[in-house]
């Protein structure tokens, strides 16, 4: 007999028969003569019930049966006479595959968010990480969707790299040198390093798919970046997933118009595809997520520039924490302000110093801004950050003289801009921020399987 998902026995396409299903008691109780036991596969939300009669050979064994063991039941698919279920399995046999022991931690009660962390190898078992996983595999699955469907090509971008794309110096460093050697010589000679040279995790895939949209029009790069950032918030984690889509003749205004595309592809999908997990998280996690996504989904996003959005936080007479004036980036405070209180919905702010962002972004034409990028959504803040490059060689050699940058590790870099440069723009979203932003959560922590944060890198 053929396993069968309980996702699929709880769909409205069910039909009565014999089943085979394998997966993980929540919960068993006796009555007279049975035993009722709560089963889940991971495959949905939704628990099957399954009655075991005391006829069955091994019902004594099966009245041993604990929270967390793992089973496989074969028998009957039929109508449930019980409240909040259509359908129950009358079991013919019940397999004991693995028993779990009294200690086991995931008991029937809520746990804490800050517990779970701590056996973040069994949280996926709960209804709440079980659905957020789901999601998250549903959003990857979407992503590839959307490119495919536009006709993007998909680049797998270096993880380790000579290039510091941001500018931060927060990166962690890759090398194949005896750490005791680098000791007794006092420093760390990278010329007979595995590279021959000092590498990195990347923070960004941004200027290699620069390198490939200059080549094949439309890419993206999908995957995991690194920072070295020594920071516990709710925001931060040091690994953690970016996409990063760019384009090949394409203006600031149709970088913005690629990224609320996307973002209102993504959440639409969210919502016809994460109907029950997204509901869960509604109930349970955040009261407003329905009509945020909503909003999301039906409303024009806004746009106005960096001047005018420091000019708004200016006169909002609002107590922030961090002070307001030009010339300084906006802190979350500030972003969530423009974008849950003043417009009430995604916006994207464009046009900013150039003090404030990296070499890369093109040089508008007041020689003061620069045709950067973000787009701040209500209940997150920066969501996306992008720009439209700096496709002119002079004027990128100039910029990078101004912030002091060696040409040599960015020969490759260069060359591009010298042989067929183009107009082109592209951005950066933060995976982990969509996710908190789709379910509700609130800690990066709890949309990513086993986060990685300054002083622990367990599981």
């Known amino acids: ?16 028969g014999k089943v085979l299903i394998k997966g993980w008691v929540r919960t068993r109780r006796d009555a007279k003569g049975f035993s009722f036991m709560e089963i889940n596969d991971g495959s949905c ?9 005391s006829e069955l050979a091994n019902y004594t064994d099966i009245q041993g049966i604990t929270t967390g063991s793992a089973v496989a039941v074969a028998g009957d698919l039929v109508a449930s006479p019980g409240k909040g279920q259509k359908w129950e399995i009358q079991a013919d046999t019940v397999e004991i595959i693995s028993l779990a022991p009294e200690t086991y931690p995931l008991q029937k009660k809520r746990h804490s968010d800050e517990f779970l962390r701590t056996i973040a190898h069994l949280r996926p078992r709960t209804n709440k990480y079980g659905a957020a996983f789901r999601i998250r595999s549903e959003m990857v699955h979407a992503v590839h969707r959307f490119y495919r469907e536009k006709g993007f090509f998909y680049l797998t971008s270096p993880v380790i790299t000579g290039s510091d794309c941001e500018g931060a110096g927060e990166m962690f460093r890759v090398t ?8 007794k010589q006092g420093k760390m000679d990278f010329s007979q390093d595995f590279f021959g040279q000092e590498s990195n995790l990347t923070v960004s895939g941004q200027l290699s798919a620069e390198m490939f949209a200059l080549a094949l029009g439309d890419v993206y790069t999908f995957g995991p970046t690194f920072r070295a950032e020594n920071s516990n918030t709710s925001r931060h984690v040091a690994e953690f997933w970016m996409l990063e889509p760019e384009m090949a003749f394409c203006d600031l205004s149709g970088n913005m118009d690629h990224g609320e595309e996307l973002v209102k592809y993504l959440v639409n999908h969210a919502l016809t595809a994460c109907t029950d997990d997204l509901d869960l998280f509604t109930k349970f996690v955040d009261k407003n997520l329905a009509g945020r996504l909503k909003t999301l989904s ?31 980036d906006l ?19 464009f046009d900013y110093p150039k003090e404030i962002k990296p070499f890369y972004m093109r040089i508008n034409d007041d020689d003061k801004t620069v045709a950067a990028v973000d787009l701040l959504v209500p209940g997150i803040g920066e969501l996306i950050g992008g720009s439209q490059r700096e496709e002119r060689l002079d004027v990128l050699e100039s910029r990078m003289a101004q912030m002091k940058m060696p040409k040599e590790p960015y020969w490759w870099y260069l060359d591009s801009r010298r042989y067929g440069s183009v107009p082109h723009s592209g951005f950066g979203l933060g995976f982990e921020r969509f996710l908190m932003m789709v379910t509700g959560i609130s800690n990066i922590r709890d949309v990513i399987p086993f986060p990685r944060t300054p002083g622990s890198i367990d599981f």
């Not at 709880?10 to 009565?16: L, M």
């Not at 939300?45 to 009669?53: D, S, T, Y």
């Not at 194949?176 to 000791?183: C, E, G, K, N, Q």
Request: net charge neutral.
């Open 176 to 183: 194949s040198l005896d750490p005791d050697a680098v000791l």
């Open 1 to 16: 007999m053929k396993r069968i998902k309980i996702n699929r026995l709880t769909g409205y396409d069910t039909s009565p």
């Open 331 to 349: 802190q979350s405070e500030h972003e969530r302000f423009l974008a849950e209180e003043y417009v009430k919905k995604p916006v994207f702010l």
């Open 45 to 53: 939300l939704n628990n099957i019930q399954v009655v075991a009669g």
């Open 298 to 328: 039906e409303k024009t996003f806004e746009r106005m520039s960096y001047t005018e959005a420091i000019g708004i936080l200016e006169k909002s007479h609002k107590k922030f924490t961090y002070e307001v004036s030009y010339g300084t």
